[in-house]
């Protein structure tokens, strides 16, 4: 199946990152559509396709719109969650480098939707030239009244600004973001029903949409085009229109983001991608670092859609999909990932404040010749105590790599603790990829 470009479609037209070239190409439309239209039937138009959060919980989005309160005692809020920090995933930063107008665009569309008035868009601290074309592509919207006062004679107020994170992972949690933009330390809060929801009681304690920029960018295209339209895309699976971007790498000839239409399957993603490079394919982590592995058998075959790649074992999580070679050593590839999670860890809970640590450690030892019988259990043990037992949903995220690389390849643990060693001959980087300036440092 070929790619299906509806959000990447002019992405390598430096004049789409200008407001002239936006509009040439249609942009606007759907917000101009938008206006013409009341809030509701705004929404009702995000439900008819089907639209589910591209950020990873893949939650519809018009549930989250509507759930805004049509009181407006208190200012609302729209937020973008730009803080794309999941290992393997970089397709946010794509879309605000190369088509910054589709998602401000679908911000005051959601303005509009949510009776919203302001709206911040949180961008990972490093994304430096992502924040310098969002701030650009803002400083042209208001110069010709696409954002501001009366948009376009609308009546609808809309301002927009742009915050800077500092580099933690943490904030790419909803909760912890909002922490964060309103100046406290980046950690999640309660959550409902111990708490209530965002668009009760978020930012500042006022009604509030979190939207991934992936989701905001689809919003002028539903719009413009029409729900139906754009649910035909993905009709194949149970329950995931649309198309959805997935950040390709690993051992594989083409890196790179591709769009492609839910009911794909990982196998055509690959081919995509041009192919494995450097060896057959052995394992595939398809949404981003923090979701189960798929081994080659099943990632060939697996269709991507919310629904059916639960059932292959794994998630569409963010859509940072790697592929690795036969010449991968699992336990290395898990071990550097849990470092990563227990690096980030912001250490607000136990479970994974000192989970995430015990598994480096574990995990270390075993990779380093003394690897102990009871071990894998051990890890089993630790990552049930994570799961479920954190303060937010990336405990769980540390987690479920290891469960899933342990299901899925268990021998390779079996053999390293077994042999003090591991069981592939891993080449050195710069023998899989001669052509990259790699430091002999």
Not at 348 to 377: F, H, M, Q
Not at 388 to 398: E, N, P, T, V, Y
Request: proline letters at 5%; one cysteine or more.
């Amino acid at each position: 199946m070929p790619e299906r470009r509806l959000l990447l479609e002019h992405t390598n037209d430096p004049a789409y990152r200008t407001l002239d070239g936006y509009l040439a190409k249609g942009g606007y439309q759907g917000l101009k559509k938008a206006l013409g239209l009341d809030r509701q039937a705004v929404i009702d138009e995000i439900k008819a396709s089907g639209l589910r959060g591209r950020g990873g919980a893949g939650f519809p989005t018009w549930i989250k719109w509507n759930g805004i309160p049509k009181d407006t005692s208190k200012p609302h809020y729209v937020l973008c969650n730009a803080d794309e920090g999941e290992p393997g995933t970089f397709k946010d930063k794509e879309l605000m480098e190369n088509t910054p107008f589709l998602v401000i665009e679908g911000m005051t569309i959601a303005a509009h939707a949510t009776q919203s008035k302001v709206g911040y868009i949180y961008i990972r601290g490093e994304f430096v030239d992502a924040a310098r074309a969002i701030k650009s592509a803002i400083d042209e919207a208001y110069a010709n009244n696409y954002l501001g006062k009366n948009i376009l004679g609308s009546g609808l107020d809309f301002d927009l600004y742009v915050h800077l994170g500092a580099g933690s992972y943490e904030c790419g949690e909803e909760s912890a973001l909002m922490s964060s933009l309103m100046g406290e330390r980046g950690m999640p809060r309660l959550k409902f029903p111990h708490a209530p929801l965002p668009t009760i009681a978020g930012l500042w304690d006022c009604p509030t949409v979190i939207n991934n920029v992936e989701s905001y960018a689809c919003a002028p295209l539903i719009l413009d085009k029409g729900g139906a339209w754009y649910a035909q895309f993905g009709a194949s699976t149970k329950n995931s229109r649309g198309t959805k971007i997935f950040s390709v790498s690993g051992h594989v000839n083409r890196p790179g983001n591709y769009e492609v239409e839910f009911g794909t399957t990982l196998g055509e993603l690959l081919e995509l991608a041009g192919g494995m490079k450097g060896g057959a394919l052995k394992a595939c982590v398809p949404g981003g670092s923090s979701v189960p592995m798929l081994d080659a058998k099943t990632t060939m075959d697996a269709v991507i859609g919310y629904e059916e790649l639960v059932e292959a074992g794994s998630m569409v999580g963010s859509g940072g999909c790697i592929f690795l070679n036969e010449h991968t050593c699992i336990v290395t590839f898990i071990w550097r990932t849990s470092l990563f999670y227990a690096k980030e860890s912001c250490g607000k809970c136990t479970p994974c404040r000192e989970g995430t640590d015990w598994l480096v450690k574990a995990l270390n030892r075993i990779r380093e010749g003394g690897g102990k019988p009871g071990d894998i259990e051990l890890l089993e043990e630790i990552c049930s105590q994570i799961d479920g037992r954190s303060f937010c949903a990336l405990g769980d995220a540390a987690a479920w790599p290891v469960v899933g690389a342990i299901k899925v390849f268990r021998d390779e643990f079996e053999y390293f603790i077994q042999n003090g060693r591991s069981k592939v001959a891993t080449p050195q980087a710069r023998e899989m990829w001669p052509e990259q300036p790699f430091s002999h440092a």
